[in-house]
Every structure is written in structure tokens, then in C-alpha cells.
């Protein structure tokens, strides 16, 4: 809720002309210059760059072992089915991680990559991660179902194979259908419109800014879909529930994985 706090109150901060404004802003920017702890700053942001690099190249490199081993015949059972589906989903999001600080390197100045970081780049990065952790709980719920019922059989609409298949896609459209409404939060400006020129009443030339030709790079928060009641109020809790919910899978799975372990602890003594 203070990230959303913080820009609304930014733009209801507007008391200041254009003039003073960019005198600021200018202002501004050569004590950025020699403000030591800006430039501190920036270290410790390149540092955490650098680090979130690594663990996602590594990451990635871990997944395509995992998928390259999971290929074997020996392991096509359901547990290695929802660890499959695991990798795959971790190996697309860290791979969008790599791809987001790739084109922040690059700076590539195209309506397609910018389209793809403002509205398509966090919502693919957090639904693929979060439908890895959805894909880890049904596994876990499968094996304490397991533990709990070993010689329980009932009627099946699907085979075993297909209904795992059924539960990770479902989870996997879940996550993307949690994660979409985050594309609300940014908006691209515009930074060259399509004139339309056109004479008044008084033989006057007026231009009208009609349709933009090309975006601005960059993210920019959606103030104006945001900062308005009740949406403001509406996506705080859809944040928060969000944040819930990752929270409880989080620790389904911790009171879960701990049951398992003492059943089996228990069997093994016994």
C-alpha cells in the first residue's frame, strides 16, 4: 500500500508551475551529482543487479540439468510430472528475469519491448513463479493424500497422467489470472503524437495531438486509474490478498512437508 501512497501523493503535489518545475529538477540534479550517498546508492542497486544475475543464470542452468534428467523413462510418474512442470515454469520466469536487465542494458527503443515491459513483463515473471509454488503444494497434498490413504481408489473421469495434467495447467491459469490485474499499475507515455492540423472558426491552425506514433521508454505508474476511488482502495486488497495467498501456500506447504515427515519418521519406528 506505500508504494501506491507515495505516487498519489506525488501527483497531488502539483502547486508548482512548469518553470519551477524543471529550475528544480535541475536544481535537483547537480546535488544528485555530488551527493556521495546517491552515488552510494547506486552501487549497492548495481551490487543487487549483479547478484540476482547470477542467481538466475544459475538458476537457469539448474533447471535445463533438471528438465534433461527428467526425461528419462524411469521418471514419468506424477510426482516427477509436477516436478517437471516445476522446473519449466521457474526456468520461463528466471529466464524473463535475465531478459528484463538485458533490455535494460541494451536500451532498445521499440513500441514492441516497451509494450512488453510495461504491461507484459511483470505479470509473466510473477504467474510463472508463483505457478511453480502452486505446482510444489499439489505435489506435497499428493503425497500426504498418499501417506494418509495409501489403498484408497475411486472412479476416475481422467487417467492419473491426465488429471495432473489438468491440475498444472489450472494452476498455471490461476497464477496468470491472479497476476494479470498488475499490468494496471504501469502506463507508457507517449513521445511523439500524430498531429492533425486543422483550421478554426477564426482561420486559426490548430494541431491536435490525435494518436501516438511512438512510446517513451520506461514505466510509469498509472496515476490516473489509480489514484481515483475506489480503484485506489480496490487494488490495495487485491495486493494484499495477494500477498496472503502466496503467504498460505507458503505455509500449507511448511505444516504439510512437517506431517509427512513425522508419518514417516513414526512408520520407520515402528
Not at 547478484?51 to 543464470?57: D, H, N, T, Y
Not at 513500441?111 to 505457478?131: G, H, K, T
Request: charged fraction near 20%.
Amino acid at each position: 500500500m506505500g508504494g501506491l501512497d507515495s505516487f498519489c501523493q506525488l501527483k497531488n503535489d502539483n502547486n508548482n508551475d512548469l518553470n519551477t518545475t524543471i529550475t528544480t529538477t535541475t536544481f535537483s540534479s547537480n546535488i544528485v551529482e555530488e551527493d556521495p550517498s546517491i552515488e552510494a546508492l547506486h552501487r549497492l542497486k548495481s551490487t543487487f543487479r549483479t547478484i540476482i544475475v547470477v542467481i538466475s543464470a544459475l538458476g537457469v542452468a539448474g533447471n535445463i540439468l533438471n528438465l534433461m534428467t527428467l526425461r528419462s523413462p524411469s521418471l514419468r510418474n506424477v510426482p516427477f510430472m509436477f516436478i517437471r512442470a516445476l522446473a519449466l515454469f521457474d526456468l520461463i520466469s528466471l529466464t524473463a528475469i535475465l531478459l528484463h536487465f538485458s533490455l535494460e542494458w541494451l536500451q532498445i527503443e521499440s513500441d514492441i519491448v516497451i509494450f512488453y515491459e510495461v504491461w507484459v513483463q511483470d505479470v509473466l515473471i510473477n504467474s510463472f513463479l508463483v505457478a511453480g509454488l502452486y505446482c510444489a503444494v499439489l505435489l506435497t497434498i499428493e503425497r500426504f493424500l498418499l501417506i494418509r490413504k495409501p489403498l484408497s481408489t475411486g472412479r476416475r473421469l481422467l487417467s492419473i497422467e491426465n488429471t495432473v495434467l489438468v491440475k498444472i495447467g489450472f494452476a498455471l491459469l490461476a497464477a496468470l489470472l491472479l497476476h494479470a490485474p498488475m499490468s494496471l499499475q504501469w502506463q507508457a507515455k507517449c513521445s511523439e503524437y500524430e498531429p492533425l492540423i486543422n483550421n478554426n472558426e477564426n482561420k486559426e491552425i490548430e494541431v491536435h495531438k490525435v494518436s501516438c506514433l511512438h512510446w517513451a521508454r520506461g514505466k510509469f505508474n498509472n496515476r490516473d486509474l489509480l489514484c481515483r476511488e475506489p480503484f485506489f482502495a480496490l487494488y490495495n486488497y487485491y495486493k494484499m490478498g495477494r500477498e496472503l495467498l502466496r503467504f498460505f501456500c507458503v505455509l500449507l506447504l511448511v505444516i504439510l512437508n512437517a506431517v509427512i515427515a513425522r508419518h514417516l519418521q513414526v512408520a520407520k519406528v515402528c
